[in-house]
């Protein structure tokens, strides 16, 4: 049977579950899309891309460390993408590469499904990193009241600010900056998590009612998602609706086609379990 081409590029990523999403896509919506994960040595990804076109390929996502190469390597970019700096996805349009960013999509689709509001909240953003800057602009997309980016780096949370702040209101700052300041959704960024860590916050930092989301995902909390339950979040979440999401936007790009999440959530928040 006949099908179309995709993969993930990145180094590692045999672990990534986007072959996964992506099958189970296709399934559910009958696209005769194949799926797989190709590991990229460094340096490699423009002759990796190149070859993957060249045999017939439709799309490909990028994941870390390649993103940022990525943008320079294709020959269009949506606005989402141009101002993150950043592609994680490239769409093979007869010989031109065509690159967008579906990861600050994919945060906000998963916050909004879950009836978290954005718009005149106050919002703060950890981390000054990849993952952060390729979120700031469909966050500041949703006119939060105010978007605040703390980074242990805090020069880096500054500089990304200036580099945003046209699209609204948003500034950088230390850990220390947010003593006496309240937020209605807290969103962590930084990859402080994967060390089992937990940037330093203010006991006080939740306002009634918020939300507090980790990026990252697995079998058990992550340190900030016990730091938020034990502060009185009133919903925690963590970031497996956003990796889902964002697949979906790119299949969406590929295909015309929008997969349903929210069975492909469950069905993979099972599959960690076990
Ligand atoms: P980067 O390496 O680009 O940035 C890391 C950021 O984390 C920096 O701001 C860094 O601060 C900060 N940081 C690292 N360690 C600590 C710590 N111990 N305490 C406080 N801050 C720390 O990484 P990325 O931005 O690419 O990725 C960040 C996270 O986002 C990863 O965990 C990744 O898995 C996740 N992610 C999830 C996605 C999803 O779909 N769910 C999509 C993309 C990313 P400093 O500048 O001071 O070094």
New binding site residues.
Partial sequence: RRHDDYAVMGNPVAHSKSPRIHALFAEQTGEPVHYEAIQVDPGGLPQAVGNFDANGGKGLNIT?PFKQEAWELVNERSERAERAGAVNTIKFDNGTLYGDNT?GI?LVNDLLNHRIPIRDKKVLL???????R?VLAPLLAEQPAQLVIA???AE?ARELAGAFNDLGSIEGSGYEALEDKQFDLVIN???????G???PLPDNLLADGAACYD???GTAPTPFMQWASAHGAATVLD??G??VE?AAESFYIWRGVRPETQPVIEQLRRELAS
């Fill in positions: 870390v990861d994919g950890m981390g000054a990193g990849g993952a952060a390729g980074n242990r780096t880096k960024a930084t990859a402080a998590s994967l060390q860590e937990l940037p990026m990252m995902y970031g497996l956003m990796l964002q």
